[in-house]
């Protein structure tokens, strides 16, 4: 039994069955069966289904956020920003899937009327039954990076939304099945990391994982076994460098929104803040300003940016890297404790003179605390940027564009970004490299990477 319980204030919502291992292994089966038939739907009936759960989506935007606000305690804004930033990857994958099911004659080269003595055609079919196993932070951006392009392409999805917000997870996949995706092609599973497990079990065609690092290792491991198709989507330490040339005032508005939308529990979120060391003092002043005017609190109520954490359990985590820190010479400017009174909540974080001894600098965070740091010169951020396992993204302000790329270019990490941070875009892969994951969702790699090539050789008679 699954006790969902919300995060603002610790009322208990609701209890909810969880599945078992008899229940996943029927759901395996029917999906497989489902999908054999769904593959064969022309790609318009398919599409037309996902075009009306975009449209149930919006019709019913009021309602989800306020369920999702309950479950994991995101502020409503923030809740309504991502499921409006959903249907616009609907959009996208809408626009440009179809594309990609097409089959390519590769030789000969250009049409001919007869009938070419040798052709090589490459065709695409899809995976079959996947698994999407996800994270609570975003989860309709993370759950629909998977399912939809999933969908469209033919594959059935065994859905197990986080623990963490089963209830928006549900509400997904109703809606889905109301807006024509047959019942067992679209099948949620119901549990937390046990059921996640048994899933594993199952003779999958492939793992689509967001999760922890530590998650993310099990399920390569469990996924060896069989052979399956896995792509993990999993966390990061992102740095960010403020070089001296920048507007310090608007950059550190810019950098502390970073750090703490969405309490800090954002995979791409900033963790780690690098200035320049001639404008280290005024940048710390109006950081620690920006994030003093942030509204704490009752993420239903209008204005609120930071709201609980979805996770009581994170504390432990804050408390070990903010204790590790103070010991080690840090200054807290801000916050450093959980607020008093009930619910999930944590004071907004600020530590000056941190460094690289510190685990605020190289473990993730996953909340509102965030250690910022002075370097001497380029060399030294690119140099503390790169001290890191993790790969998802990295950041740099500056005005002056070719400084940027430079540094950039010098990142081992995912996506890179100039004067703009924690930022998605459906037309760009979204992948995590080292401790980061492997593999992308979103962009055409998002697509194609739910299908699998065949090749034909095909000889006429002689
Ligand atoms: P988590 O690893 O605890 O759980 C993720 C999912 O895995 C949940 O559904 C959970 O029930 C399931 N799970 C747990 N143990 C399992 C097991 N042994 N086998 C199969 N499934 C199992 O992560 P979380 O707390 O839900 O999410 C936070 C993490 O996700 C952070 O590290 C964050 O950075 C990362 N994240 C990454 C991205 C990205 O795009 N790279 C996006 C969002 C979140």
Request: charged share 25%.
């Amino acid at each position: 039994m699954l006790h969902i319980e919300n995060p603002t204030d610790e009322s208990h919502i609701k209890d909810i069955e969880t599945d078992t291992p008899d229940s996943i292994k029927d759901a395996f089966l029917r999906a497989k069966r489902a999908q054999k038939e769904w593959r064969k739907r022309p790609y318009q009936e398919r599409a037309a289904a996902i075009s009306s759960f975009r449209d149930a989506l919006a019709a019913d935007e009021d309602e989800l956020a306020r369920l999702l606000t309950q479950e994991m305690g995101k502020p409503l804004g923030q809740a309504l920003g991502e499921i409006r930033g959903t249907r616009a990857r609907i959009d996208f994958f809408l626009a440009h899937t179809e594309q990609f099911l097409r089959q390519e004659q590769v030789l000969p080269t250009e049409d001919t009327e007869d009938l070419p003595a040798m052709r090589e055609v490459i065709s695409y079919d899809p995976l079959g039954v996947v698994a999407n196993i996800s994270a609570w932070n975003y989860p309709y951006f993370v759950g629909s990076n998977v399912f939809i392009p999933a969908l469209l392409t033919g594959n059935a999805v065994l859905y197990k939304p986080s623990e963490f917000t089963t209830l928006t997870g549900l509400a997904i996949v109703e809606r889905l099945h109301n807006a024509g995706i047959p019942k067992d092609v679209c099948i949620a599973v119901v549990g937390g990391g046990d059921v996640g497990a048994a899933l594993l079990n199952q003779p999958l065609d492939g793992v689509f994982f967001t999760g922890s690092y530590a998650t993310g290792k099990k399920i390569l491991s469990a996924a060896a076994q069989q052979m399956m198709k896995v792509q993990l989507e999993l966390g990061g330490k992102d740095p960010v460098y403020i070089c001296d040339d920048v507007d310090v005032q608007q950059t550190a508005i810019s950098a502390a929104e970073g750090a703490f939308y969405n309490a800090g529990q954002s995979c791409c979120a900033i963790e780690r803040i690098y200035v320049h060391k001639d404008i280290y003092e005024p940048f710390v002043e109006a950081f620690v300003e920006a994030v003093k005017d942030y509204k704490v609190g009752d993420p239903m109520e209008e204005g609120t940016f930071i709201g609980p954490l979805a996770r009581g359990a994170q504390f432990e985590v804050l408390q070990q890297q903010i204790d590790d820190a103070q010991a080690k010479g840090a200054t807290c400017l801000l916050g450093g404790t959980p607020l008093e009174g009930k619910g999930h909540f944590f004071a907004p974080t600020v530590f000056r003179d941190v460094n690289h001894d510190m685990l605020l600098m190289k473990d993730e965070t996953f909340g509102p605390v965030i250690g910022i740091q002075a370097v001497e010169n380029d060399a030294e951020a690119i140099e503390k940027m790169c001290d890191t396992e993790y790969g998802l993204t990295a950041g740099v302000f500056t005005q002056d564009m070719q400084r940027a790329e430079a540094i950039l270019a010098e990142m081992d990490t995912g996506s890179v970004y100039w004067n703009c941070c924690d930022r998605v875009s459906p037309r760009l892969p979204w992948t995590g490299r080292n401790h980061s994951g492997m593999g992308s969702t979103l962009s055409h790699i998002g697509i194609t990477t739910f299908l699998k090539p065949k090749a034909w050789h095909m000889r006429r008679p002689a």
